[in-house]
């Protein structure tokens, strides 16, 4: 195997038990602040792994290393076994770590058969004549979009008038098509609605069965325990959660997300804020429970003759 940047792979890389990617203790300073610190990860053919935190927890932070953007300043990060080090997510690209982001780089005014294609654009006929091999781009996104179980009416349509959700689906399956490997999706369920949201879970699904090893950053449990095989929960930087599948249940996975105990503090602290006792703040129930009101008084004297 060759990069295109002319490095020789070897064909038997030695593994580390099979991951493709791999974080030892890593971790990465921007100057003072320490976004990221003593990370272990692991991500292995045909599963989801999940990362999931709180806002500002370091999950950009650790995508970013992975797929090139930043480098890790703390740790080992590395692919098929080797020690890396990537400067650019085209290295990355290159051993077959693609990213999908939330604002995917697409055209919307161009087809969505065309935005399958766009950079890689296949090409016919010798030069200087060659050009664009339309029919050949045309049936091979149809093919590979059925292929992932997506179908749409027409490939002749702007991508801008698909839906987000079908828009993150052609993202997934362009990766596929392109050899990902390993497939990083940076919140793709969070701008979506419930029903959106369960067809790119589809989707994610779809890639972990044809082999590729998926990291899928989400702020949702539910998301993440339909799908994931691992989860890694992440608070202010550092490994909160490691866990298979089978060592957590949703219940605990949603209580590391929400910090339980965070929020029963919270709940005390504002108790205090308004002088009442925590036992005295009403239960959802009673909130949504009709209001109880004595009858309200006639709004003139009732006349003696009752008449009206
Ligand atoms: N380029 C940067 N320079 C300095 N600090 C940064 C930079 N990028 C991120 N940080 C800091 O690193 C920490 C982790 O940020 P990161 O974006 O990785 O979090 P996140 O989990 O992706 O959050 P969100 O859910 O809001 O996307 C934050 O405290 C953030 O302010
Ligand atoms: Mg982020």
Redesign the pocket.
């Known amino acids: 195997m060759t990069t295109t940047h002319g490095a020789v792979l070897p064909d038997t890389a030695p593994q580390q038990d099979g991951a493709l990617v791999e974080l030892r203790n890593a971790g990465k300073s921007?100057?003072n602040?320490r976004?990221?610190h003593g990370v272990d990860l692991a991500v292995h053919p045909g599963k989801v792994t999940c990362v999931l935190?709180?806002?500002?927890?370091?999950?950009?932070?650790?995508i970013?290393i992975i797929s090139g953007l930043?480098q890790h300043t703390e740790g080992e990060f590395l692919v098929d076994g080797e020690p890396v080090r990537f400067s650019t997510p085209r290295e990355a690209l290159d051993k077959g770590i693609a990213a999908v982001y939330q604002d995917l780089a697409t055209v919307p005014l161009m087809p969505v058969w065309r935005n399958f294609f766009l950079g890689s654009e296949l090409t016919k006929g010798p030069w200087p004549v060659r050009r664009l091999d339309i029919a050949r781009m045309k049936q091979t996104a149809d093919e590979e979009l059925r292929a992932m179980g997506i179908v749409l009416d027409d490939l002749e349509q702007p991508i801008g008038t698909l839906s987000g959700g079908q828009r993150q689906c052609v993202a997934i399956a362009r990766a596929v098509h392109f050899g990902a490997r390993v497939l990083i999706l940076d919140?793709p369920t969070a701008a979506l609605g419930v029903k959106q949201s369960g067809v790119v879970l589809k989707y994610i699904a779809a890639a972990r069965d044809r082999g590729l090893g998926v990291i899928f950053?989400t702020?949702n449990p539910h998301h993440a325990y339909m799908v994931g095989d691992h989860f890694s929960v992440?608070r202010l930087?550092t490994l909160e959660l490691s866990a298979d599948r089978s060592e957590v249940s949703l219940e605990e996975l949603t209580n590391h997300m929400a910090g339980g105990a965070e929020l029963a503090a919270l709940k005390h602290e504002l108790a205090q804020v308004r002088g009442v006792d925590v036992e005295e703040l009403p239960e959802e129930e009673d909130l949504t429970a009709p209001v109880k009101t004595s009858p309200a008084p006639p709004a003139y004297p009732a006349s003696p003759e009752g008449t009206s």
Request: aromatic share 4%; net charge neutral.
């Open positions: 921007y100057g602040i976004a990221l935190g709180d806002n500002g927890a370091g999950k950009s932070t650790l970013k930043h919140e950053i702020h992440l930087g």
